[in-house]
């Protein structure tokens, strides 16, 4: 199997601080509107106590990305290291891709009338640096790594989180490490 | 002419930046890029640092291609902040090139009409100099023109507008500090002063508790020396009545009674008097007053009454009490919600005393922390200027003449109550009282009842909405000047990374306007000086001990990086303290002279009013800085309107449902917002977080009274203001 | 929930009504004398404007119009590519059989003159007869892969509502019901009563089947929590039911009553009916997109 890159983001490290969205959009001066990456915060009916808990989503570049498949422009292409990189050169603005993709990543850039989203900073990753989100996560939650069968295995791995919808769809190439709550007391 | 603020969107700069700005070329890498979009010049960076009032004061490097803010990154060179910016810095190319930043001066008529109209900076400085010299001729003296400016920019020369007053005579001036007083009191009481250990010492403390701080929204850079502090197997304790996303990654969490935090500590103390934990060596060689205090809490407090107060059971009082006396050392964080309370600075106070009695204060990986001041000692050059010969000031209680001060946290009532002579204009900079004073209402009505009001900021927010002129201040980006943190130790250049966009000026190139035209419309009527190069303005500022805290011969080599202030990592270790006695004053005659306990005693907290039952809790939001970047389109992206958090079973009392439209209010005013039913919050508590949201009223303080802490008049002037005893209704709007 | 798409909608619906028509015309041209020329001419030419309008509709859909032509682009994976070069076919399919149409002599009025006409004439009147059967057939052909196509464009795993045969068949049904409505209203007075009955026979299939299918669609969509959403959002919807009385009840009493009276030559009826079978069928289509719910992210910002 050929290499794969993505995102192993930690529940339990992330504190919701959304550095990691907004450093995206400095990176790249991004239009109000598209959100390459955004957090997410857990439902807290999720967890035996009430929580702030969350997780950073940006483009998963998906092993078998639905974006890709169907955007008649070929728009995306997908790298030798699994980057899904989409090109608004090419983009006609068709918004299919926003359709098909269960993350939402794709979103149109309502002045440009062009699709966009995250391509994993790959310029970035080419010069050796890391995505920007990742260098700028404080708590060092956000991580960029090869998704293969042994960060898997690992104990703590996971392939999803609660809210999300299901890898089958995509075989998204992001992994999680679930958050963990401590004792509380509550005057509830 | 009616011009609206609109007409000056998308002028030529904006428009030429934006395109420059977002280039796909960039992302493609494709050969398409014409040569028109080719950039003509290497990328340049500049050291900037955040002025804004917040712990972390980051350094950051700013990217100039062009003369254009292209981005921004964190300071690698910067020890605490470590080369990352949090969400609010990442979004300032945003507050650069916002089309709403305010571009010229311009002139509203009839004030508050919206009527905005461009004038000339000399229009401007003709009509502002020739108010100010009208008043001094009909009052006589110029008390009638009253300053307002607080945090807007911590910088330096920013101190520049305490000068532009200075500099035409005694004037009427809002004295004080909102956020932080009654703990500073506090400490200044016990310790002389504030003076927090270095944060990032706190990787040496064996447990930890934060107590009222989410440093996850307002310190986030603090977290990795916590968590490397947790991974060498501290324990990290979280007190506070908000499930904050601090809390949330605590190993445990004490949803404590709002305003019981003392009763909480005396508990502790009592459990560990009890159980023989003091550090009796170090809390008698260093004190005065200890003993006296043990007897009054083997007297007073029971484990009992500090469960039944805090609402915190028994067991965890005992816990945690254990494991803070005997993990050592111990840190601990007090933050600034917790003592904005009506005992809010006894509070921390007792919190003092309680690290002192366990021998955590003085030492490295300890500490009572809470903040500091000791690396402020700059010249303020640009904020000293004698008044012009002649002058007339306001007599005071000791007999000095001078400049008049009224109380920053009672702003509208002690405006309108001055009548020898009466307050006449208001200036303002770096300071939004429309939107973060008490009692918006009275705000309001204040300055209605205002001859001429002056502001200078970047946004037409709402108190540039009540001004008659508007001065568009520039940047920190577009200025010169000079950073410190009054959390961490490290002091930064601020370059100019751009020029001054639009027409704006920096506070101390207005005074220099102003200046100008005072003199030439009455000669000698101001003695700011008129010249000097903002970056000369800059080099005013340091001073041999400056230097000889960072180690360097001169400011020109804070270009290279910041410095880190060369003190000890644990504030206090040499045990000189600033006290009148030079001992920690557990026991302080100056407090009993202010009215105040002498011992760190319980104080009730103030109670909940029969007729609006539910605490009404407004702390700092993550998207802003008080009412700074919330406005800016991406931070209205991520976060579009604002909410008040309920707890699912008091909003079930009142039929309100996830989504629902809730009518917040009492006696003085009233807000409506969105609810958000979640049980982070308690049952009697209901949380809004304070921001100027773009083109909405919203705004926490309608309901909020100008109810005094207890502390703050010490060491601040005047005392802080009870924030989070804010009691209020709800109902389904 | 999705939007209202307005040039989706138009294209999509006024598409199927033209491939829908010529269809029909080759249904009827099944037999080389059931086709009266006239009708070929007025169903080609009604037809071919449906398709220019359909296909202008589709570029409003897009954000970049003028870069149309790059759809072509994914033909290897793109159902949306595959549908644009399928409509273009269908449509250079079309251009012949316009020309044909000019070429067409015409009509032979039954009866009239019957006598005058050359051994020679008959002749390419056949050879004409059998080269539009052809013409009719690969555009109704290509026309039927291109809506197929495009119903392949919803079938997205991400949209429980849409990721099955449904789309498929609903876009064939529409093309069914609408083709042979219109194809009636443009033939009201040129097809012979039989060639009537049988396309009133034929639309009422097309609505049985189209009621019958959705209920079975219907009761397939709660198995989802996305597909309940969308069952949520029909059923609660004015919209819906209105498209239910529209496109569905509406015509079928109408459909019944026409058959059963044998009343097939009631042009304002049939025109009636069609009027609310296409506006029944335009609800329903808007109603496609804005019941969608995909699959998502369900946590909080
Ligand atoms: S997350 Fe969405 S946009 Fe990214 S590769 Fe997967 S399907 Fe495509
Ligand atoms: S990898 Fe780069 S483009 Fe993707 S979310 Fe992170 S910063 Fe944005
Ligand atoms: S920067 Fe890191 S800690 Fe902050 S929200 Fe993003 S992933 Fe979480």
Redesign the interface.
């Given at each position: 199997m050929s290499k794969q890159l993505g995102f192993l983001h930690n529940s339990e490290?992330c504190?919701?601080?959304?550095?990691c969205?907004?450093?995206c959009?400095?990176?790249?001066?991004?239009?109000?509107?598209p959100?390459w990456r955004?957090?997410?915060?857990?439902?807290?009916e999720d967890f035996s106590l009430?929580?702030?808990?969350?997780?950073s989503?940006a483009c998963n570049h998906c092993a078998n990305p639905?974006c890709?498949?169907?955007?008649?422009?070929?728009a995306y292409t997908k790298r030798d290291d699994g980057i899904v990189v989409h090109?608004?050169?090419?983009?006609?603005?068709?918004?299919?891709c926003t359709?098909?993709?269960?993350?939402?990543r794709p979103q149109?850039n309502p002045a440009?009338?062009?699709v966009e989203k995250c391509?994993l900073c790959y310029?970035r990753i080419d010069n050796g640096e890391q995505p920007a989100c990742v260098?700028?996560?404080?708590?060092?939650a956000l991580e960029l790594v090869e998704i293969n069968d042994t960060l898997d295995q690992k104990t703590g791995v996971l392939k999803t989180?609660?809210?999300?919808?299901?890898p089958k769809?995509?075989t998204p190439s992001i992994r999680f490490i679930g958050p963990k709550?401590?004792?509380?007391?509550?005057?509830? | 002419m009616k011009l609206s603020r609109r007409k000056f969107l998308g002028g030529a700069v904006a428009a030429a930046s934006s395109i420059t700005?977002?280039n796909?070329n960039?992302?493609?890498?494709?050969p398409?890029a014409s040569a028109a979009d080719q950039p003509s010049e290497a990328m340049k960076t500049f050291r900037n640092v955040c002025p804004r009032n917040c712990y972390d004061t980051c350094g950051m490097i700013t990217y100039v291609q062009d003369g254009i803010l292209?981005?921004?990154e964190?300071d690698p060179k910067h020890g605490y902040t470590?080369?990352?910016?949090?969400?609010?810095?990442?979004?300032?190319?945003?507050r650069v090139y916002s089309p709403d930043r305010i571009k010229y001066p311009m002139k509203q008529t009839p004030r508050g009409s919206g009527n905005w109209t461009r004038i000339s900076w000399d229009e401007a400085m003709d009509t502002i100099a020739k108010k100010i010299l009208d008043l001094k001729q009909r009052y006589g003296s110029t008390l009638p023109i009253c300053l307002d400016k607080y945090s807007g920019n911590f910088g330096i020369v920013h101190y520049g507008i305490e000068g532009t007053m200075s500099s035409i005579g005694y004037t009427t001036r809002a004295v004080g500090t909102p956020c932080w007083p009654a703990g500073i009191d506090a400490q200044t009481y016990d310790f002389g002063t504030l003076y927090s250990n270095d944060p990032e010492d706190m990787v040496n403390a064996k447990y930890l508790i934060l107590w009222g701080q989410n440093a996850?929204?307002t310190a986030?850079?603090s977290?990795?020396f916590i968590?490397k502090a947790r991974e060498r197997g501290a324990k990290?304790v979280v007190i506070d009545p908000i499930?904050?996303?601090?809390a949330?990654?605590?190993?445990?969490?004490?949803?404590v009674?709002p305003s019981t935090d003392g009763a909480l500590a005396l508990g502790m103390a009592r459990y560990i008097i009890d159980n023989n934990w003091v550090d009796w060596e170090y809390a008698r060689a260093n004190s005065i007053g200890f003993d006296e205090w043990v007897d009054y809490i083997k007297k007073e407090v029971t484990l009992d009454w500090a469960s039944e107060k805090t609402?915190?059971?028994k067991d965890?009082i005992m816990e945690i009490a254990r494991e803070y006396a005997t993990a050592k050392p111990a840190s601990m964080w007090v933050g600034y919600g917790m003592q904005r309370h009506t005992n809010g600075g006894q509070n921390v106070r007792i919190i003092d005393a309680l690290g002192v009695m366990t021998g955590n204060v003085g030492k490295s990986g300890g500490g009572v922390n809470y903040g500091h001041l000791e690396t402020w000692g700059f010249n303020y050059n640009a904020m000293v200027n004698a008044a012009p010969k002649g002058s007339k000031g306001f007599i005071g209680p000791d007999g000095k003449e001078g400049d008049r001060a009224i109380n920053m946290n009672n702003f509208a009532h002690d405006v309108s109550a001055q009548s020898d002579p009466p307050v006449k204009m208001l200036w303002l900079a770096c300071r939004n009282p429309g939107a973060q004073d008490p009692d918006t209402n009275a705000i309001e009505k204040m300055f209605a009842s205002m001859e001429f009001v002056v502001t200078v900021d970047s946004f037409f927010n709402k108190t540039v909405e009540m001004s008659d002129i508007v001065l568009p201040a520039t940047t920190h980006f577009e200025d010169w000047d000079v950073m410190a943190s009054y959390w961490h130790y490290w002091i930064g250049i601020n370059e100019r990374a751009i020029d001054p966009l639009y027409e704006s000026k920096s506070d101390v190139e207005i005074a220099i306007e102003l200046s100008k035209k005072l003199n030439a419309l009455e000669p000698g009527s101001c003695t700011f000086p008129t010249s000097g190069t903002p970056e000369e303005w800059l080099a005013k500022e340091f001073n041999p001990g400056i230097h000889q805290m960072l180690g360097i011969e001169d400011y020109k080599e804070l270009i290279d990086g910041p410095r880190k202030a060369n003190m000890p990592a644990a504030s206090w270790s040499d045990g000189k303290f600033r006290t009148p006695s030079k001992k920690i004053e557990i026991h302080c005659e100056l407090a009993e002279k202010n009215g105040l306990p002498a011992l760190p005693i319980w104080v009730e907290e103030m109670k909940t009013p029969e007729k609006y039952p539910i605490r009404f809790m407004t702390p700092h939001p993550?998207?802003a800085l008080h009412s700074q970047f919330q406005n800016l389109?991406?931070m209205?992206?991520?976060n579009p309107e604002p909410k008040v958090e309920i707890?699912p079973?008091l909003a079930a009392k009142y039929g309100i449902a996830e989504g629902n439209m809730v009518k917040v209010y009492n006696d003085l005013g009233s807000i409506t917002v969105k609810a958000h039913l979640?049980?982070?919050t308690?049952?009697n508590v209901i949380v809004s977080y304070e921001s100027w949201y773009k083109n909405s009223n919203f705004n926490v303080n309608y309901t909020l009274k100008a109810i005094p802490s207890d502390m703050g008049k010490q060491a601040t002037g005047n005392d802080g203001l009870a924030f989070h005893d804010n009691f209020v209704m709800i109902e389904k709007a | 929930m999705g939007d209202w798409e307005w040039p989706l909608i138009l294209f999509t619906v006024l598409g199927q009504i033209a491939i829908g028509i010529i269809v029909m015309l080759w249904w009827l041209d099944r037999d080389r004398d059931h086709l009266d020329t006239q009708l070929f001419k007025k169903g080609v030419y009604v037809s071919g404007g449906l398709l220019i309008l359909a296909l202008l509709a589709s570029l409003f859909?897009?954000?970049?119009?003028e870069?149309?032509y790059?759809?072509?682009?994914?033909l290897g994976?793109?159902?949306?590519?595959r549908e644009?070069l399928l409509f273009l076919l269908t449509f250079l399919a079309w251009i012949n059989l316009f020309g044909m149409s000019r070429r067409q002599t015409s009509s032979r009025a039954i009866g009239a003159g019957a006598a005058t006409i050359t051994t020679a004439e008959i002749a390419a009147g056949g050879q004409q007869s059998g080269n539009r059967s052809l013409g009719l057939g690969i555009t109704s052909v290509l026309g039927l892969l291109g809506i197929a196509s495009s119903a392949m464009?919803y079938v997205?795993?991400?949209?429980p509502a849409w990721n099955n045969v449904g789309p498929v068949l609903f876009f064939l049904l529409t093309t069914g019901l609408l083709g042979a409505l219109v194809t009636l209203v443009l033939g009201r007075k040129l097809l012979h009563p039989a060639q009537k009955k049988l396309l009133l026979q034929w639309s009422l299939g097309c609505t049985i089947a189209s009621l019958l299918f959705y209920v079975i669609y219907a009761s397939m969509l709660s198995a989802s929590m996305e597909g309940a959403a969308s069952l949520n959002f029909l059923l609660s919807s004015p919209l819906f039911w209105a498209r239910a009385l529209l496109g569905w009840f509406a015509p079928l009493l109408l459909l019944v009553n026409l058959l059963k009276n044998s009343q097939v030559a009631k042009t304002n009826l049939i025109l009636t009916l069609t009027l609310l079978a296409g506006l029944g069928e335009v609800l329903g289509r808007a109603l496609f997109y804005l019941s969608?719910t995909?699959?998502?992210?369900?946590?909080?910002?």
């Open positions: 490290k504190v919701g601080c959304r550095g969205e907004m450093a959009k400095n990176e790249y001066q991004i239009d109000a509107t959100q955004k957090v997410f915060q857990l439902h807290e009430p929580t702030r808990m969350f997780f989503m639905e890709l498949r169907v955007c008649p422009v070929e090109d608004p050169n090419r983009c006609i603005g068709c918004r299919l359709m098909a993709c269960p993350y939402d149109i440009k009338k062009k391509n310029q260098a700028a996560c404080i708590p060092g989180l609660p809210g999300l919808p299901s769809l995509t709550q401590g004792k509380q007391i509550r005057r509830d | 700005l977002f796909f960039l992302l493609t890498g494709s398409s292209k981005k921004v964190g470590n080369g990352k910016l949090c969400l609010k810095g990442y979004a300032y190319p945003r996850a929204w986030i850079h977290f990795p968590n990290l499930l904050t996303s601090t949330s990654k605590a190993d445990l969490y004490i949803q009674n609402g915190v059971p965890i993550q998207h389109d991406w209205m992206t991520a707890h079973v979640t049980r982070t308690s049952l | 859909h897009l954000g970049h119009p870069a149309a790059r759809a072509l682009a994914h994976s793109s159902w949306l590519s644009i464009i997205l795993p991400r949209v969608a995909g699959i998502q992210i369900t946590a909080l910002f």
